[in-house]
C-alpha cells in the first residue's frame, strides 16, 4: 500500500491492524468464508488481498449472508431451468450432457480464465461454445440476463473454494497482456485499476469505498441495477469513468485483463454470487 | 508570451473588458510547476470556483476533503485535505497545480485540467466510445481554472 503522508496518522493510530476495512467475517448459512489472506507472490505492491465484501456497508453485507435474502439467488434458480431447457437444433439441453446436474462444475470457476488449445477461455465462452457446437442453439448475450445466470449457477457451485487460476505456461502472455492493461492509464483522467484498486483501497472517492477490485464474487447482483452484472460490464464501467475509450465486452483485452484480476483475487474464497450496492 | 502580455494592456485600457484571449493548453509556461500569468487573462470568480470544486469536470471534492464546503455531501480521501493550502502554496503554484499536477507531483494520480495531449484511448466524455472531434477541450476551461484558483487562494488557515 502507497501510504501518503496525511494517511500517516490514522495508520500509527491503529498501528498491526487493518485499517482499510471493515474486520467482520463472512459466514453463509454456517460456512466461513477467507476474506483476507495473504496476497498470491506475484503481486508486488499489495501484501495482503480483500474481498469486496468488507468494503460494503453492514446493510449490503448482511444480503449475502442468508440465501434467502440474497437477490442474485432468483437468477440462480432461473438458471436451473434453463439448464434443463431444450433449445436449438439437435434438441438438447445442457442437462442432457451433463447428466450429473450444474454440480458436476464444482471447481470449474476457481480456475476460469484457462487456456484451451492455446485459446484463452473464459466462463461466458465456454457455456457459448457448448451451446452453439453442441446444442446448435444461438450464443447468449455477453451480459445479457441469461448467460450471467448461467454464470452465477456455475460459479456457484465452487462457492467457498479458494480463486486458483493458473499464470504460467500458455497462460502466461495473456497474463503478461493482463498485467499491463491493469497498469495502464487510460482516457482524459488519466487512470489506471491500480491507481484506485492498489494505491487507493479503503479511500473514499467522492461516495464510493474504494475496494481492491476483486472478481471473486462475480457475477454480482448490483441493488442500483436490480440484475446480476458480469465482470466485463464491471471493467467496462471502471475504464469509462476515466473518460476513456473502453474495449468491448468478451474482447481479447477484457479476457487478458480477466485472467490479470482473477489472479490477484487467488487465495481468497468465491462468494459468487455477491451482492452490491 | 507576448500576446498575454499586449491582453493585459487591452484589459487595463478598456476598463469593462468582456472578452481576453486565452492562454491555449499547449502554450501554457510553467516554472518549476507555477503558472504565473491568468490563463483566461482574467480574475478568476471564486463563486464559481466553489462551484466547480463539486460539480462537472472540476469535481475535486471526488479526492479532497474541504471544510468550507463541509455543506457538500462525500468528500473524498485520495488527495490530501485542501484546507489551508494557500498558506503552503502560492497562487502562481496552485495554477500550475489545478492546470497539470504532474508538473508539480511526478505521476500524481490527480488529472491534467488544463491539457488537451498524451492522452492513452481518450475517450468523448464519459461515453466509453472514442473522441472523435476535432480539437480536445480541457476538463476545465482557462475562465474555470481562474476561478477555482481564486476559491483556493481563499483557503487561509493561518
Given amino acids: ?277 | 508570451m507576448k500576446h498575454v502580455i499586449g491582453v493585459g494592456c487591452a484589459v487595463a485600457l478598456a476598463g469593462t473588458i468582456v472578452w481576453a484571449e486565452a492562454v491555449k493548453p499547449t502554450d501554457v509556461v510553467f516554472e518549476d510547476g507555477a503558472v504565473s500569468v491568468s490563463l483566461s487573462g482574467m480574475p478568476g470568480d471564486p463563486a464559481n470556483g466553489a462551484v466547480l470544486m463539486n460539480k462537472g469536470s472540476g469535481n475535486c471534492i471526488a479526492c479532497h476533503a474541504v471544510d468550507a464546503l463541509s455543506d457538500l455531501p462525500f468528500h473524498g480521501e485520495v488527495g490530501p485535505p485542501l484546507d489551508g493550502v494557500a498558506d503552503r502554496w502560492s497562487e502562481a503554484e496552485l495554477r500550475g497545480i489545478v492546470a497539470d499536477a504532474k508538473k508539480m507531483f511526478d505521476g500524481t494520480m490527480m488529472p491534467s485540467f488544463y491539457r488537451t495531449e498524451g492522452f492513452i484511448r481518450l475517450g468523448d466524455a464519459y461515453t466509453g466510445k472514442a473522441f472523435e472531434g476535432a480539437e480536445v477541450q480541457p476538463l476545465l476551461t482557462a475562465q474555470e481554472i481562474e476561478d477555482v484558483v481564486a476559491f483556493l487562494v481563499t483557503l487561509k488557515e493561518e
Avoid at chain 1, 437477490?71 to 434458480?77: E, G, H, L, N
Avoid at chain 1, 480456475?111 to 451451446?131: A, F, Q, S, Y
Avoid at chain 1, 479511500?203 to 476483486?214: E, F, K, T, V
Wanted: proline share 4%; hydrophobic share 40%.
Fill in chain 1, 1 to 277: 500500500m502507497n501510504l501518503k503522508p496525511w494517511m500517516a496518522a490514522a495508520v500509527i493510530g491503529l498501528a498491526g491492524s487493518a485499517f482499510a476495512q471493515d474486520d467482520s467475517t463472512l459466514s453463509i448459512d454456517g460456512e466461513e468464508f477467507v476474506t483476507e489472506t495473504e496476497a498470491p507472490a506475484h503481486l508486488e505492491n499489495v501484501s495482503t488481498i480483500y474481498s469486496g465484501w468488507r468494503f460494503r456497508t453492514p446493510e449490503t453485507q448482511a444480503l449475502q449472508v442468508d440465501d434467502f435474502d440474497n437477490p442474485a439467488m432468483i437468477f440462480v434458480d432461473q438458471a436451473l431451468d434453463l439448464f434443463q431447457q431444450v433449445d436449438g437444433t439437435e434438441g438438447k439441453s445442457c442437462a442432457s450432457c451433463h447428466t450429473d446436474g450444474p454440480e458436476e462444475f464444482a471447481g470449474l470457476h476457481a480456475k476460469m480464465p484457462k487456456v484451451v488449445d492455446g485459446k484463452l477461455m473464459v466462463m461466458e465462452e465456454l457455456i457459448n461454445t457448448h451451446r452453439q457446437d453442441a446444442m446448435g442453439a444461438e450464443p447468449w448475450k455477453w451480459s445479457g440476463a441469461d448467460m450471467q445466470a448461467m454464470v452465477a449457477l456455475i460459479g456457484l457451485q465452487s462457492r467457498g473454494m479458494p480463486m486458483n487460476v493458473a499464470i504460467d505456461g500458455d497462460a502466461a502472455p495473456f497474463w503478461e497482456k493482463g498485467k499491463e492493461i491493469y497498469y495502464t492509464r487510460y482516457g482524459q483522467l488519466e487512470l489506471s485499476c491500480s491507481n484506485c484498486h492498489e494505491d487507493n483501497y479503503g479511500n473514499m472517492i467522492r461516495a464510493d469505498h474504494l475496494s481492491q477490485g476483486m472478481i471473486n464474487g462475480f457475477p454480482t447482483y448490483r441493488l442500483k441495477q436490480a440484475k446480476l452484472i458480469s465482470r466485463h460490464n464491471r471493467f467496462r464501467g471502471c475504464i469509462r469513468d476515466t473518460r476513456a475509450e473502453t474495449f468491448a465486452e468478451g474482447s481479447d483485452e477484457f479476457k487478458a485483463l480477466e485472467l490479470y484480476v482473477a489472479s490477484r483475487a487467488n487465495g481468497l474464497d468465491i462468494e459468487t454470487p455477491a451482492v452490491r450496492q
